[in-house]
């Protein structure tokens, strides 16, 4: 059971916008920032947001970023066919003294 | 170009020991706080620990807290992870990376080593 929680998978055709959510407690997105991962399978996770709502260079602004009181979204317009992969979310957590990651979100891109 | 290259990892049986290193390039090693993150397979990412740029601060999350420990040679920019008492759950893909939780628009993670804990 993961700290932060996210829904197990998502999906929608290319040119769409989706949305994946976040849910946390104060403890952790309540009082910090959010960053946003984005995984291909076989390969380590690359950073897509950072800060809330920050994009690293080269990450594309398809990608946007949002947080309200203890939820954070990662928002994807446009959605092309290499969008297709794992998303998580994380956050420092003052209480537990960690970082503390979402389950997961599978996107489908249909 | 900054680099992370983890290596360490194989097959151990329950309640044996492995020592993970994470040899790091490419930036100032000692001004920057390090973690280990894990990935069972087919599952999500878990931290596991974090270690303060000059090693003063460790910090683990509880599932490992009292059987792994974290540490670092600042001389020889090397990460490492000592882990102990290895149960079947801690089989994973283990990554070394710089800013988990990114501040300045970069994370960078290493490509990961494999951990099998079975008999």
């Known amino acids: 059971q993961s700290v932060l929680t996210q829904p197990p998978s998502a999906s929608g055709t290319p040119g769409q916008r989706v949305t994946i959510s976040c849910s946390g407690s104060s403890s952790n997105i309540g009082s910090n920032s959010v960053n946003w991962y984005q995984q291909l399978p076989g390969t380590a996770p690359k950073l897509l947001i950072y800060s809330n709502n920050q994009r690293p260079s080269g990450v594309p602004d398809r990608f946007s970023g949002s947080k309200s009181g203890t939820s954070a979204s990662l928002a994807i317009s446009g959605l092309q066919p290499e969008d297709e992969a794992d998303y998580y979310c994380a956050a420092w957590d003052d209480s537990l003294n960690g970082v503390v990651f979402g389950g997961g979100t599978k996107l489908t891109v249909l | 170009e900054v680099q992370l290259l983890e290596s360490g990892g194989g097959l151990v049986q329950p309640g044996g020991s492995l020592r993970l290193s994470c040899a790091a390039s490419?930036?100032?090693?000692?001004?920057?706080?390090m973690s280990w993150v894990r990935q069972a397979p087919g599952k999500g990412l878990e931290w596991v620990s974090l270690i303060s740029g000059s090693g003063g601060s460790t910090y683990y999350a509880d599932s490992v807290k009292g059987r792994f420990t974290i540490s670092r040679d600042n001389s020889k920019n090397t990460l490492s992870l000592q882990m102990n008492s290895l149960r079947a759950d801690d089989t994973a893909v283990y990554y070394c990376?710089?800013?988990?939780?990114?501040?300045?628009?970069?994370?960078?993670w290493g490509q990961g080593t494999l951990v099998t804990v079975s008999s």
């Open positions: 490419g930036f100032t090693f000692s001004s920057n706080a």
């Open positions: 990376a710089k800013s988990v939780i990114a501040v300045a628009g970069t994370s960078y």
